[in-house]
């Protein structure tokens, strides 16, 4: 699919020292503790309402705020990459993430405690924003599949060991630990300052704040709405995302050129991204669940049936970059959504028998995971001319945000309903999670009928984007 675009666009050569090992590695360093800042304290959320005397839905913010500002950010610090050098983006994220994160160690309010999780958040969004953007900018096309295969193993490492590492701190020294974890992340600063070349602020367009803002609270509007069921947000994020097309057409110089979505690769790409995202991270919601629920298992029993799918995952991750760097992306994609429909599959089949025999199932899902995350990467990222890479993956990233919330909101509330008859695929007790885990494989098997119907087998020459 990207092959004719990556001879178009192809990145010049940023030096030895950006393109090596040292680089990848120390990235990885860095999104080990994003990704795991965002789910350690998941497991400390009862812990920190008995401790402020929250409710449920109160003490949620400390997640639902953090994921909506974590999602904003990531699309902001995209545009700025494509204006700003990288290396001072990434330096004023991660001493803000660090900031934030010794703040939270001292908060003594439930107030400031959200204030810390917000400003974390702002600082950590430019971790997937520049991480993602860091090889299709510095790294040649044929190395590209590699490089993001290695970043999605850190991702499954890192959401695997996430909860365990949580639960261990929270039980042992207290939720507020959980913010020194992240003060390591700037460590690596000085390496990555050293191996990232220099850059010079890009003249030409100024970034649209007002676009940008109407286009932030319309997105995180809807967020809101989705995961609280609140038409009152959904109108609010309506109005604000009208007002957003109408100063994108009047603006010279608008946030988001609409004319992007004119990109079939790009846009199909987005699709197959959505859909892929949306059944992984249903699975990623719906098992802890199941195993609490159907199995009554203590939270250090579910992460260790679930630790073993992340671990593998992220050993095979970068096998996932290179099939798509030397068979494509496509291809890959096809091996990814087979692993996916299949693993799914199994989960409906044996759900309501030991959760052993489940853990066996589940590597197939996180495999899959880390194969989708680097052969979408690759081809989205492909498709874009390069003035407008970093938009361009601000809004990839944004929409993968988008549907684990969408996913989370319409799962969650699935499985409140009696569907267990529709589990026609069980071999034991039929329940409701296997008939939503077979709705999901059958989703899985829809999004790869998209792939062969839509992506291009060969793309074509992206024209530079005028303004």
């Not at 402020?52 to 997640?63: G, M, N, T």
């Not at 520049?130 to 193993?153: D, H, N, T």
């Not at 069980?426 to 709705?439: E, H, I, K, M, N």
Request: aromatic share 12%; proline share 4%.
């Amino acid at each position: 699919m990207e092959r004719e675009n990556n001879r178009t666009n192809r990145p010049p050569t940023a030096g030895g020292a950006a393109a090596s090992g040292r680089l990848v590695t120390a990235l990885c360093f860095v999104l080990f503790f994003s990704v795991m800042n965002a789910t350690m304290f998941n497991v400390a959320l009862p812990d920190i309402a008995a401790d402020f005397s929250l409710s449920p839905s109160a003490v949620s913010w400390i997640v639902t705020g953090y994921s909506v500002i974590y999602a904003l950010g990531s699309l902001l610090f995209g545009k700025l990459a494509d204006k700003y050098p990288l290396k001072r983006l990434i330096t004023i994220g991660l001493l803000l993430f660090a900031a934030a994160s010794a703040f939270g160690f001292f908060a003594n309010s439930y107030a400031l405690v959200l204030i810390a999780r917000f400003v974390q958040a702002a600082g950590a969004s430019c971790v997937p924003a520049l991480v993602m953007l860091i090889p299709v900018r510095f790294f040649q096309p044929e190395q590209r599949g590699k490089v993001m295969g290695v970043i999605a193993s850190t991702i499954a490492f890192s959401s695997g060991l996430g909860p365990i590492i949580g639960g261990f701190i929270a039980g042992h020294l207290g939720w507020n630990y959980l913010f020194l974890i992240s003060l390591a992340a700037p460590v690596v600063l000085p390496l990555i300052r050293r191996s990232l070349p220099e850059e010079q602020v890009r003249s030409g367009e100024k970034v649209d704040l007002v676009g940008a803002a109407l286009l932030g609270g319309g997105v995180a509007a809807f967020m809101l709405a989705v995961t609280q069921f609140s038409a009152l947000w959904l109108l609010g994020s309506v109005v604000l995302t009208a007002l957003f097309l109408w100063r994108t057409g009047k603006s010279p110089n608008p946030f988001i050129q609409l004319r992007l979505f004119y990109i079939s690769g790009f846009v199909n790409g987005l699709v197959v991204s959505f859909t892929g995202f949306f059944t992984v991270f249903g699975v990623f919601l719906l098992t802890p669940i199941m195993l609490k629920g159907l199995y009554n298992l203590d939270a250090q029993t579910i992460g260790f049936v679930l630790f073993p799918a992340a671990m593998l995952a992220a050993l095979l991750g970068r096998v996932g970059g290179q099939l798509a760097d030397r068979r494509g992306s496509k291809y890959t994609l096809y091996v990814a959504l087979t692993m996916l429909a299949f693993g799914l599959l199994c989960l409906s089949a044996v759900n309501g028998l030991s959760p052993w025999i489940i853990a066996c199932a589940l590597p197939f899902v996180n495999v899959a995971f880390t194969f989708m995350q680097a052969s979408l990467a690759k081809a989205v990222s492909s498709s874009l001319p390069r003035e407008q890479t970093g938009i361009g993956m601000g809004v990839y990233n944004l929409v993968n945000f988008l549907a684990g919330a969408i996913s989370g909101s319409v799962l969650t509330k699935a499985i409140e309903f009696d569907a267990s008859s529709l589990n026609f695929t069980s071999l034991g007790q039929p329940t409701t999670f296997g008939a939503v885990y077979f709705v999901l494989g059958l989703l899985a098997l829809a999004d790869m009928l998209w792939v062969f119907w839509k992506l291009e087998r060969k793309a074509v020459a992206v024209p530079t984007m005028g303004k």
